[in-house]
């Protein structure tokens, strides 16, 4: 059912994109996150192929973050592109339930940044936050949410 979710959004993006790619120059826009309580920026860039990507928001290095499932995130200043592809596994115990352990939750992060090859990354939350390298980065999951389409909180450093 995941697979077959992260398919249609695929195929959205895709559609996006394209529809995306006309003449006409789009402005910086900026919006708020309602985990930041700074406005935030969102930038276009060129792909490899010379399309123009859809807008990213951007998000600060050092500093926490929320990304929703589906979603592509910039890092201010670093080239650094963070995609929250899937939910791989929630075995975490449900609220309101007594369970003999918590459980864990695992999601992929698709890495991308110039001159890096781009790497899918499974970070499992347990008891303890979790992190992965990718080149000088480290990306680090403090917390992620209930439902089919939880967002997840996230710290690059």
């Known amino acids: 059912?995941?697979?077959r979710r992260m398919t249609v959004?695929?195929?959205?993006?895709?559609a996006v994109l394209l529809a995306g790619c006309s003449d006409d120059s789009t402005p910086v826009e900026t919006s708020t996150d309602s985990t930041i309580s700074a406005p935030v920026a969102t930038t276009s860039a060129p792909s490899t192929t010379g399309a123009t990507v859809p807008e990213l928001r951007a998000v600060p290095l050092g500093q926490a973050f929320s990304i929703a499932l589906g979603e592509s995130v910039m890092v201010t200043g670093e080239d650094l592109t963070i995609t929250y592809d899937e939910v791989v596994e929630d075995s975490r115990c449900p609220r309101g339930v007594q369970c003999i352990q918590a459980g864990t939750a695992t999601v992929a992060l698709t890495l991308a940044k110039t001159g890096i090859a781009p790497a899918t990354r499974n970070l499992t939350l347990d008891i303890s936050p979790a992190s992965v390298q990718y080149g000088e980065y480290s990306v680090k999951?403090?917390?992620l949410g209930r439902g089919s389409s939880p967002s997840a909180r996230?710290?690059?450093?």
Do not use: H, K, Q, Y
């Open 1 to 3: 059912m995941r697979s």
């Open 9 to 14: 959004l695929r195929v959205v993006a895709a």
């Open 141 to 143: 999951i403090t917390s």
């Open 154 to 157: 996230l710290t690059v450093t």
